[in-house]
């Protein structure tokens, strides 16, 4: 009895998070969670789009919960915002950005989105990225393509720190899934080599230093004199 009523929450708790990202649009959620308190139930959405999200004034909040409170009847849902500062990092944000990037530019250019994603990714500061992408692209037969750069562990402590997504791109061809796996820039490794640049650049022109003062103290070879031409000499 017990595992039933838990099933059915968790099946609850299921359809809340799809009916929010559902409702306020793909590419803007990346992650919907609910607390409950004894006040009420408390659903906190990170995206990296606030103002969107909430609306003016408000507006978009309250039609939320009001239809939140009416449809899964719920006590006293209370939204909260929780900002995300880089979306760059965040997989779930990427792979909506690249879902809705095969479903506008259509599946041909999939390459082009796929390695501009994963160098702005880079750019970010993210240590390592994955993005593999699954469906007919763009040939009749379905495939998988791999798109990889940087540092990614997939086994060990360090891959749990891994972030990763799922999403789905409905195009002309079908319907292609999508893959992301990112590893952020404070995640802990312990057979990573990190080069300092800045000590490396004092080493070179220590080195440089110290040729120049050894080649300036090496003594010149002495210059032979020439023989003169005695067949030209008077007598």
């Not at 292609?176 to 000590?199: F, T």
């Amino acid at each position: 009895m017990e595992e039933k009523k838990f099933v059915g929450f968790k099946k609850e708790e299921l359809a809340v998070k799809e009916y929010v990202k559902r409702a306020l649009g793909k590419g803007k959620i990346s992650n919907v969670s609910i607390e409950y308190t004894p006040v009420g139930e408390k659903i906190v959405i990170a995206t990296s789009r606030p103002g969107m999200v909430i609306g003016r004034k408000g507006e978009k909040i309250e039609e939320l919960t009001r239809v939140i409170k009416k449809r899964f009847k719920f006590d006293n849902p209370h939204i909260e915002i929780r900002e995300i500062i880089n979306p760059l990092l965040d997989a779930q944000l990427v792979a909506d950005e690249i879902a809705l990037g095969l479903e506008r530019d259509g599946p041909q250019k999939f390459k082009v989105i796929a390695y501009k994603m994963i160098q702005e990714i880079m750019s970010a500061g993210a240590l390592g990225v994955e993005i593999v992408l699954s469906g007919r692209l763009p040939s009749e037969r379905a495939r998988s393509w791999r798109f990889s750069q940087g540092y990614l562990k997939k086994t060990g402590d360090p891959a749990k720190v891994v972030d990763r997504a799922m999403s789905q791109a409905t195009t002309q061809p079908g319907v292609v899934g999508i893959k992301v796996s990112i590893l952020p820039p404070n995640a802990h490794i312990h057979d990573r080599i990190v080069i300092d640049q800045e000590m490396l650049s004092k080493l070179k022109s220590q080195n440089s230093e110290t040729k120049e003062e050894e080649n300036s103290e090496e003594d010149p070879k002495p210059k032979r004199k020439k023989k003169s031409d005695k067949a030209g000499e008077t007598q």
